[in-house]
């Protein structure tokens, strides 16, 4: 069993930053490919980065791509998605996931076994 809690969320202007961070306790010798996620209100939850087990393979989608830097401290248990150049349509709730897998399919919701509670990113334009 993994737990997940993420922090960091808030209000922030548009163009402003925030770093979330994703905390892992319970059983984290495994290692997990870990991937965060948004939901808007009234759309679906979206793939927006992951980062594999190692830390060498990173993916996001397009919609973040060169304002969204995913990033993991092994050591400390420790994900992070560094977010910059926010706009109103980054408003969501974040969620942090780990997938305890070998491959590594991170756009993949269905494959992740452990999802956190969320943080809210409020953007104001």
């Known amino acids: 069993q993994v737990e997940l809690v993420e922090s960091g969320g808030g209000l922030v202007q548009a163009g402003g930053s925030l770093r979330l961070s994703c905390a892992a306790s319970?059983?984290?010798?495994?290692?997990?490919?870990m991937g965060w996620f948004r939901q808007a209100p009234g759309k679906e939850r979206e793939f927006v980065a992951a980062?594999?087990?190692?830390?060498?393979?990173?993916v996001y989608a397009d919609s973040v791509k060169g304002r969204f830097t995913i990033s993991r401290d092994n050591a400390k248990n420790m994900v992070y998605l560094q977010v910059n150049s926010l706009t109103a349509e980054d408003t969501a709730v974040y969620y942090c996931?780990?997938?305890?897998?070998?491959?590594?399919?991170?756009?993949?919701?269905?494959?992740?076994?452990?999802w956190g509670q969320g943080t809210q990113v409020t953007v104001s334009s």
């Open positions: 996931a780990a997938d305890e897998a070998w491959g590594f399919q991170p756009k993949n919701q269905d494959v992740y076994d452990y």
């Open positions: 980062i594999s087990r190692s830390g060498g393979t990173t």
């Open positions: 319970g059983r984290t010798d495994s290692r997990c490919h």
